[in-house]
């Protein structure tokens, strides 16, 4: 009865590299949310996808990052070219087809928390 | 737009002290209101929620009562316990805005025995 899946759950890297995040979605579960917490804010919406296309991407920083979710496998959050300012957790959410705008089904997973140095 | 300001902490209280964290927000819509408690090292987790004015979400000895009047969602609770030491978010979804959520900052809540 496995939640939503993030990992890793530390990652750290330097500046100018890529970091590479992954979820997996509850069981189940179609529709994946991304949110980033920088330090001392609440969560701020990023992304929502659904297999093979994303749905709403007004959170997105415009250039570095990037949102998948394929067929098969994990949902990827890309950031390129890492910056300090990207440090940060993010945190993906799911919801199951059914409801998928409904805020009652969604799950969090424990986030992965980025540093870059 | 929608936003949510939650009271600033850090808040530290005594066991079975009485707990009140503020919460108001701004909407355009008809928003659902949410509580979420963020233990240390994991993810988000619901606590309590309600979906229109006048509803109580209770949880755990936790409740909130929506205030359409006064645009507020506050947390009590009458007796916090070392257990409950944790960040609370206070969140809206707003089905006009496809149900993303909007959080607060965070309250963190240290319970000392």
């Known amino acids: 009865n496995a939640g939503v899946m993030q990992n890793p759950r530390h990652l750290v890297r330097r500046r100018g590299q890529e970091a590479r995040l992954r979820c997996s979605p509850m069981k189940g579960h179609s529709h994946v949310y991304w949110y980033r917490q920088l330090p001392e804010e609440g969560l701020k919406f990023m992304v929502y996808l659904q297999k093979e296309n994303i749905i709403d991407e007004s959170g997105m920083p415009k250039e570095r990052f990037s949102a998948e979710f394929p067929k098969e496998g994990p949902s990827i959050l890309r950031i390129q070219q890492v910056v300090r300012g990207d440090s940060a957790a993010y945190f993906c959410?799911?919801?199951?087809?059914?409801?998928?705008?409904?805020?009652?089904?969604?799950?969090f997973g424990s986030g992965t928390r980025l540093t870059v140095v | 737009g929608n936003s949510v300001t939650q009271m600033e902490g850090p808040v530290t209280l005594s066991e079975e002290a009485f707990l009140t964290i503020n919460c108001t927000y701004t909407a355009t819509g008809y928003p659902s209101l949410f509580w979420y408690v963020q233990y240390p090292g994991e993810g988000l987790q619901l606590l309590l929620k309600?979906?229109?004015?006048?509803d109580k979400g209770s949880n755990k000895g936790f409740e909130a009562t929506y205030r359409k009047e006064t645009t507020s969602f506050h947390l009590e609770k009458g007796s916090v316990q070392v257990s409950d030491s944790a960040v609370y978010f206070c969140a809206l979804s707003d089905r006009g805005t496809g149900n993303q959520f909007y959080f607060g900052t965070g309250t963190s809540l240290t319970v000392i025995p």
């Open positions: 309600a979906t229109k004015a006048d």
């Open positions: 959410a799911s919801s199951p087809a059914l409801r998928p705008r409904s805020p009652y089904g969604y799950t």
